[in-house]
């Protein structure tokens, strides 16, 4: 089965801090995707990479940025967190650019910044 | 960016009646893509479609693509408790999996 582990499944963060969301991958794919869920508006991609030190901004990538170091891990950072930020933090990862197949989500982080 | 919408927003359903879901692009997607998910869980994935009018079904879920690649729908007949979730479609357009804001699904038993 394909494992998507996200590092924490909730977190709080004071405002002004750095943030470091973990997403790790083990079926070697190729595409990876940072989403954020809030009521009412489903899930916006903030950032997506297809692969390794390659990223493409997402609907709405103010306030983030990436990393993708190796092919396995894709990290999102908030530089410097704010209060608009609160949200469910959904990373997913898929099989290359062949085609376009499924996504598997990982189990989400609840991120809190108070 | 592109826009995926859904319709509607939320759909309270009695246990044993059909029900549909609608997905609309303001472009023309290279396929789409449908996902459930449950309460406190996270998306999986349901099934794709790629060719213009296509239609796939699963046991009591039928899903369509429309006709000039714009639109989906998602039906469901004989609605049972384990259709309880959200229903999101995805469209994807240059590789990017852009998600619409799902429907709800609750059923009174």
């Known amino acids: 089965d394909v494992k998507v582990t996200q590092s924490s499944r909730y977190l709080v963060k004071r405002t002004g801090e750095k943030v470091f969301l973990e997403c790790v991958q083990d079926?070697?794919?190729?595409?990876m995707f940072w989403y954020r869920q809030d009521p009412g508006l489903g899930l916006r991609l903030i950032y997506f990479s297809y692969d390794v030190k390659m990223k493409e901004k997402g609907d709405i990538p103010e306030g983030y940025s990436v990393s993708r170091e190796k092919k396995e891990r894709f990290s999102l950072i908030l530089e410097s967190a704010s209060t608009n930020q609160t949200s469910m933090y959904l990373c997913?990862?898929?099989?290359?650019?062949?085609?376009?197949?499924?996504?598997?989500f990982g189990q989400g982080t609840r991120l809190t910044v108070v | 960016g592109q826009q995926v919408m859904q319709i509607p927003q939320y759909q309270h359903v009695q246990e044993g009646e059909d029900f549909t879901t609608y997905c609309n692009s303001s472009t023309t997607l290279s396929n789409i893509q449908w996902y459930k998910q449950r309460p406190g869980g996270h998306p999986v994935f349901l099934i794709q479609l790629v060719k213009s009018g296509e239609v796939k079904k699963q046991k009591r879920l039928t899903f369509q693509f429309g006709e000039a690649k714009k639109n989906s729908s998602l039906h469901i007949t004989a609605t049972q408790t384990t259709d309880v979730g959200t229903y999101f479609c995805a469209g994807i357009r240059d590789y990017k999996l852009s998600f619409g804001a799902g429907t709800t699904v609750t059923v009174r038993a």
């Open positions: 079926m070697d794919h190729e595409n």
């Open positions: 997913a990862s898929s099989w290359g650019r062949a085609g376009v197949p499924e996504a598997f």
